[in-house]
């Protein structure tokens, strides 16, 4: 079950992942995807304040409640990002990295920073290598190992 704390939670993770940087000398083939990119790392960011400001809450305080009813109007948004992103295809090595840093947010809801195994219920399908494939993918370009 996905829940606010989870998907807040995940939002730092992704934050960990670096964008591989675009070549200077041409317009990048993937110039949509990296601008709906930019727009999942601000809406991240926002995730990464929001899950700060809630822990940071005294538990059972209105404080609490009110930045919990917050993050709960603010997930559908971080969603709507990430399909964006999901509905471009990739033409480039950094729109790949990029779709593999919102696969990797989608599958990580709960560890910050560290890859969690999809969940046993979606086993099936290829859904336990395509979260391998992402992670390498994410994990490679967070080391910058690009060749």
């Known amino acids: 079950m996905t829940t606010r704390r989870n998907v807040l939670a995940s939002a730092a993770a992704v934050a960990l992942i670096p964008a ?13 995807l990296l601008r709906l990119g930019a727009e999942f790392d601000r809406f991240v960011a926002k995730g990464d304040l ?3 400001r809630f822990r ?5 305080s209105a404080s609490k409640r009110s930045i919990g009813d917050e993050c709960e109007a603010f997930l559908p948004q971080m969603e709507r990002a990430a399909d964006k992103v999901m509905a471009t295809p ?8 990029l779709w593999a840093r919102v696969m990797v947010w989608r599958f990580d809801p ?3 920073g560290i890859p969690a195994a999809p969940p046993p219920s979606l ?12 992670a390498a993918v994410a994990g490679i370009a967070s080391a ?4």
């Open 56 to 60: 940071a809450a005294p538990d059972g």
């Open 50 to 52: 929001l899950w700060a």
């Open 110 to 112: 709960t560890i910050r």
């Open 123 to 134: 086993a099936e399908y290829g859904v336990n290598e395509a979260f391998a494939l992402a």
């Open 90 to 97: 990739p033409a480039t090595v950094a729109g790949l990295v």
């Open 144 to 147: 910058g190992r690009t060749a």
């Open 20 to 32: 591989v940087p675009q070549a200077a000398s041409a317009p990048s083939a993937d110039a949509e």
